[in-house]
């Protein structure tokens, strides 16, 4: 299964209404693009029925791909778990779709009774629909950076300790979901803000089997964050 990586963008929402009526732009710097007036085209497009089905479709994939198996009650929560703008968003009055941005979904699958939180990279084109991509499901802090250097380790320690325990490999590790269990302490030092240490689970899929392997992330004072898939306390 092939993993790509994004960030998630957390901060401050931007809206710019273009000379032309009905031509709309959202800055990179918004925290949740469902903030935009009611009226806007950009919101009625990123959540309307058409990128819904896309989501779903998309979901129904991943599902199959984690060995989740169900053929009922398929619903979408988008709207609750968030749409994050990643690169500004351009509608030309005389287009359908944005010619230029990234966004973000993260969105809740609901079926046969369970839930599964998802993420979508979606890029807009300049004459084409947008294009959907996956991202690691779940809550992950985690930089796109880090994210690339971390599921390597992840699924080696899975790998390696799969092969001592049960004497097998086998090729369907995927990361199935992923949750902070110890949030990041933040603190000021002389008008220099610094984040702390932080704690994550990834559930991964391996051998038919869900997984659970705890992750300490511990970013630097010079930048950078080191990472050990073992729990924060163990960490010297």
Known sequence: MRICVFPVAFMLLGFIASPFANAERVTSVAQSIQKLPQDSRIL????????????LKVGREWDKDLGIVC???????????????????????????????????????TRCGSRQLYNVIVAAGKNAPPQ?????????????????????????????????????????FAVKDTNVTVMPQVSQTNGVMSVGRYEETWVVRYC????????????????????????CKEVK
């Open 71 to 109: 053929e009922e009650e398929y619903g979408i929560k988008v709207h609750p778990a968030g749409i994050f703008v990643l690169a500004t968003i351009d509608l030309p009055e005389d287009k359908k779709y944005p010619t230029d941005g990234v966004w973000q979904y993260r969105y809740e699958l």
């Open 132 to 172: 959907y991509g996956r991202l690691i499901p779940g809550r992950t802090l985690a930089s796109p950076t880090l994210l690339r250097d971390t599921v390597g380790p992840v699924n080696m320690k899975v790998t390696l300790e799969t092969k001592v325990k049960e004497n097998k490999e086998c090729k369907d």
């Open 208 to 231: 038919g089997k869900d997984i659970s392997i705890p992750i300490c992330f511990s970013p630097k004072p010079d930048g950078g964050t080191s990472m050990l898939t073992q729990l």
């Open 44 to 55: 009625a497009y990123v959540t309307g029925e058409e990128a819904t089905e896309t989501l």
